[in-house]
């Protein structure tokens, strides 16, 4: 009977302390089972992180006024004691007039008699002095495409591409003679402007290092290397127009530049712009908000130094850029 009893309670002991190790192992494996829920969460965020993103550029664009010598109407950038002729006869057909020849009546002269004409003058000159000696670009409007890949929320490999149309614009004179404002020993010399126009594609590639901030913004610098082309529009001085007789009826543009040859692709007369392409490399630092959800916007600042090349002018300056980025 004992050993009955023995056995009985034995298998109790047994059957006690089996369900308690259940108990056991089943309340261990609720906390690792939300500890494991707890790491594919975060495991979702960073890979949510990673991956291709895309924004719109949109912003300014200030150019280094040291190529905008290009346009000053005499053909020629000077640099200290250095100088540069922008135009060369490289076979071409290309043909640069300074503002002195494109005056001249001797080779234009029924737009040189126009100007002669609604001043009511016999004759003008150029004086020595008359290209601008500072003349520089106008702030211009700058697009263009972010295409990111994120390694993660801090790093990432950044592809940018800009473009932007330049304008410089600044004044020349020139100085007429026989016209009734010539008194007491004084010349008539007028101001008039000249303008030059130029577009430019700015592609970069780099690295991006971010640092998180409060919430999902983050601060960010870029490094990178780039590419300029540099495209040189138009150059052109605007100048009173009119007939014999009837004084000026307002104003007209003369392009400094021609294409002269005669068998070439466009219309002769016509300039047939080149694109000279530059190397260089910058940092673009700002700040990235998440606005909803994976909409983003960032402001930067991007800070480069480029090679600009334009026709036979060439030299490196450091540019600017103010952008901000929209998107996903």
Same mark, same amino acid.
């Given at each position: 009977?004992?050993?009955?009893?023995?056995?009985?309670?034995?298998?109790?002991?047994?059957?006690?302390?089996?369900?308690?190790?259940?108990?056991?192992?089943?309340?261990?494996?609720?906390?690792?089972?939300?500890?494991?829920?707890?790491?594919? /969460?975060?495991?979702?965020?960073? /890979?949510? /992180?990673?991956?291709?993103?895309?924004?719109?550029?949109?912003?300014?664009?200030?150019?280094?006024?040291?190529?905008?010598?290009?346009?000053?109407?005499?053909?020629?950038?000077?640099?200290?004691?250095?100088?540069?002729?922008?135009?060369?006869?490289?076979?071409?057909?290309?043909?640069?007039?300074?503002?002195? /020849?494109?005056?001249?009546?001797?080779?234009?002269?029924?737009?040189?008699?126009?100007?002669?004409?609604?001043?009511?003058?016999?004759?003008?000159?150029?004086?020595?002095?008359?290209?601008?000696?500072?003349?520089?670009?106008?702030?211009?409007?700058?697009?263009?495409? +972010?295409?990111?890949?994120?390694?993660?929320?801090?790093?990432?490999?950044?592809?940018?591409?800009?473009?932007?149309?330049?304008?410089?614009?600044?004044?020349?004179?020139?100085?007429?003679?026989?016209?009734?404002?010539?008194?007491?020993?004084?010349?008539?010399?007028?101001?008039?402007?000249?303008?030059?126009?130029?577009?430019?594609?700015?592609?970069?590639?780099?690295?991006?290092?971010?640092?998180?901030?409060?919430?999902?913004?983050?601060?960010?610098?870029?490094?990178?290397?780039?590419?300029?082309?540099?495209?040189?529009?138009? +150059?052109?001085?605007?100048?009173?127009?009119?007939?014999?007789?009837?004084?000026?009826?307002?104003?007209?543009?003369?392009?400094?530049?021609?294409?002269?040859?005669? +068998?070439?692709?466009?219309?002769?007369?016509?300039?047939?712009?080149?694109?000279?392409?530059?190397?260089?490399?910058?940092?673009?630092?700002?700040?990235?908000?998440?606005?909803?959800?994976?909409?983003?916007?960032?402001?930067?600042?991007?800070?480069?130094?480029?090679?600009?090349?334009?026709?036979?002018?060439?030299? +490196?300056?450091?540019?600017?850029?103010?952008?901000?980025?929209?998107?996903?």
């Amino acid at each position: 009977m004992k050993s009955i009893k023995f056995t009985w309670i034995v298998a109790l002991l047994v059957l006690i302390v089996g369900e308690a190790q259940g108990q056991m192992l089943k309340n261990k494996t609720i906390p690792m089972t939300s500890f494991l829920q707890d790491d594919d /969460e975060d495991g979702w965020d960073e /890979e949510d /992180e990673s991956g291709f993103s895309i924004t719109l550029n949109l912003g300014a664009y200030f150019a280094n006024k040291k190529s905008a010598q290009v346009y000053n109407g005499s053909g020629i950038v000077v640099d200290g004691n250095e100088f540069q002729f922008v135009f060369e006869d490289d076979g071409s057909g290309i043909r640069y007039f300074a503002i002195d /020849e494109r005056l001249n009546i001797n080779l234009f002269p029924a737009q040189t008699q126009s100007v002669l004409d609604a001043v009511g003058a016999t004759g003008l000159s150029i004086p020595y002095d008359s290209s601008p000696a500072n003349m520089g670009y106008q702030p211009s409007f700058v697009i263009g495409l +972010n295409l990111k890949y994120n390694f993660n929320n801090t790093a990432a490999v950044v592809l940018d591409l800009n473009t932007t149309r330049l304008k410089a614009v600044d004044v020349f004179t020139i100085q007429f003679i026989g016209t009734g404002q010539q008194q007491n020993a004084q010349n008539d010399v007028r101001p008039y402007t000249i303008t030059g126009e130029e577009q430019r594609i700015f592609l970069s590639l780099g690295y991006r290092q971010g640092w998180e901030l409060k919430g999902k913004n983050k601060i960010y610098c870029d490094f990178f290397g780039n590419m300029l082309m540099s495209q040189l529009r138009s +150059n052109y001085i605007t100048v009173p127009s009119g007939q014999s007789g009837t004084g000026s009826t307002g104003f007209t543009d003369l392009q400094l530049i021609t294409y002269s040859r005669a +068998n070439n692709a466009v219309a002769p007369g016509q300039y047939n712009p080149k694109a000279g392409i530059g190397f260089g490399f910058g940092i673009g630092p700002g700040v990235e908000f998440v606005l909803k959800e994976k909409i983003r916007m960032d402001l930067g600042l991007i800070i480069s130094r480029d090679k600009v090349k334009i026709e036979q002018y060439g030299d +490196n300056m450091i540019n600017y850029q103010v952008v901000a980025r929209f998107g996903i």
